[in-house]
């Protein structure tokens, strides 16, 4: 096995498939998708060359900003209800608790379910006639929290990111409880021998030794709240009035509504740049610090 992995035409055998394969569905379209936002164009009349005139345009469209705007309020609401919410959950489940595998899948559950059928369902939750939430408040006798959540603009994409913090927060939870597992427990038998309470532990061992993954749940998390289409498709549209259009689905309207195939593609690239500077931002905020010798 060494005398392979020191072979580089060996390595290079091994590699090749898997990258050809992730250039063809990844790095070409990519390329192409750039290329295209360069040109106006509907993919099927003569393209023109236009250069960074679809880029000057973009940040002149008052609905590209409120959806950029409201992309960045994804992001950070997201952060804030997955990377907490998910850390003590599973600290709690860490601590070898009855049913502990029975609420792992409970919360685990939510993030196999289709996107759209999450969407139509919540949809049915929220709906102001007669959804379940209204019908909560009117049981519970608290008629005056009843809401049309879905099209009032200052609520409709918080009840978006609640939905979006159901479905997901499992999943983080997750991968959060299987770096927390794969702490040696001998740490924490030594640390509870010299008298270190379960916070102390946490805030000591669990956290520190856990932040690498905590730093590629953060990038997963960003790159995801960028990404989100289906739940948003259902559910709202985009409306009322644009209040919950995100980038990716002003990028489906102008490509496949309107056909301004160069300008939706100006949109996806301004998508990728956000998701590679997610990526430095989260190694910024969780570089380690090299210990002082």
Known sequence: MKKVLGDKKAIAIFVLPAFFIYAVFALIPIGYNIYVSFLQTDLMSPSQFVGLKNYMNLFKDSTFKLALKNNILMVIGSLIAHLPVALFL???????????????????????????????????????????????????????????????????????????????????????????RNISGDIYEAAEIDGASKWVQFKAITFPMIKPILKIDAVLIITGSLKYYDLIAVMTGGGPNHATELMSTYMFYQGFRTLKYGYSASIGVVLLLLCICSVFLSNFVFKEREAKQ
């Open 90 to 180: 599973g600290n709690i489940l860490f601590q070898k608790i009855r049913g502990s595998h029975f609420f792992q899948t409970v919360f685990f559950l939510p993030s196999v379910i289709c996107g759209v059928a999450v969407g139509l369902t919540w949809t049915f939750v929220y709906n102001s006639e007669f959804g379940l939430l209204n019908k909560f408040f009117e049981i519970v006798g608290m008629e005056s929290l009843q809401h049309v959540w879905l099209s009032d603009k200052k609520l409709a994409l918080f009840c978006i990111i609640i939905v979006v913090m159901w479905q997901f927060v499992g999943y983080h939870m997750i991968i959060q409880l299987a770096a927390m």
